[in-house]
């Protein structure tokens, strides 16, 4: 089976866990006051924490911070492997801090609006004609606690990110792996196994 996968040799070029960790910080925090803000401005809040509006801003801080880490690099040079890890560790760490976002607004800042987001998705939900599945879906909806909602809105961006981070890898790469082929690879952990 491995010969059908090829073997990368991939060098990593700057400190990504370092740019991931602020970056995803960052986003998480724009993500969280975007929704704040609207929250306050608008006449009613957001029908649900994960929309499309935080993946906007999502996409934004990922390809921005591709961008940036990019430029920062000697002579800008990046391989997909080095900018992928920045992208998923930009949404995992962005998503945490969005999903705790919820959390504290639902759970402490506003308890009423667990009930109003579970009534919005109740009505998305109803049909005239209900099957005995749909009447079970909207049933365990009417219990949906302020964690259900984190993991929710933070579980939505955590998935976005993955594709998020792949385009943003494919547009900023400069850098192509060398293919190591089974040779090559059994030899170089001969060598340092000796």
């Known amino acids: 089976m491995a010969r059908f996968f090829r073997r990368y040799k991939s060098t990593i070029y700057g400190n990504y866990r370092k740019a991931y960790c602020v970056?995803?910080?960052?986003?998480?925090?724009?993500?969280?006051?975007?929704?704040?803000?609207?929250?306050?401005?608008?006449?009613?809040?957001?029908?649900?924490?994960?929309?499309?509006v935080t993946e906007i801003i999502l996409a934004v801080g990922i390809l921005w911070s591709t961008y940036q880490y990019?430029?920062?690099?000697?002579?800008?040079k990046v391989t997909f492997k080095e900018l992928m890890l920045l992208g998923l560790g930009i949404g995992v760490v962005s998503a945490l801090v969005y999903g705790l976002w919820v959390w504290l607004?639902?759970?402490?800042?506003?308890?009423?609006?667990?009930?109003?987001?579970?009534?919005?998705?109740?009505?998305?939900?109803?049909?005239?004609?209900?099957?005995?599945?749909?009447?079970?879906?909207?049933?365990k909806v009417k219990v949906y606690t302020a964690g259900?909602?984190?993991?929710?809105?933070?579980?939505?961006?955590?998935?976005?990110?993955?594709?998020i981070a792949f385009?943003?890898?494919?547009?900023?790469?400069?850098?192509?792996?060398?293919?190591?082929?089974?040779e090559q690879k059994t030899e170089n952990s001969k060598q340092t196994q000796k």
């Open 23 to 52: 970056d995803g910080v960052l986003t998480g925090v724009c993500m969280s006051a975007l929704m704040a803000i609207r929250d306050l401005i608008a006449t009613k809040p957001m029908a649900s924490p994960e929309n499309y």
């Open 70 to 76: 990019r430029k920062q690099l000697p002579e800008g």
């Open 148 to 163: 259900d909602w984190a993991f929710i809105g933070g579980f939505r961006s955590a998935v976005m990110s993955i594709i």
């Open 105 to 139: 607004n639902c759970g402490v800042l506003s308890p009423e609006r667990v009930q109003y987001y579970n009534e919005q998705r109740m009505a998305v939900m109803n049909a005239p004609e209900q099957s005995a599945e749909a009447a079970i879906a909207i049933e």
């Open 167 to 182: 385009f943003a890898a494919l547009i900023f790469r400069t850098e192509k792996g060398t293919v190591v082929t089974k």
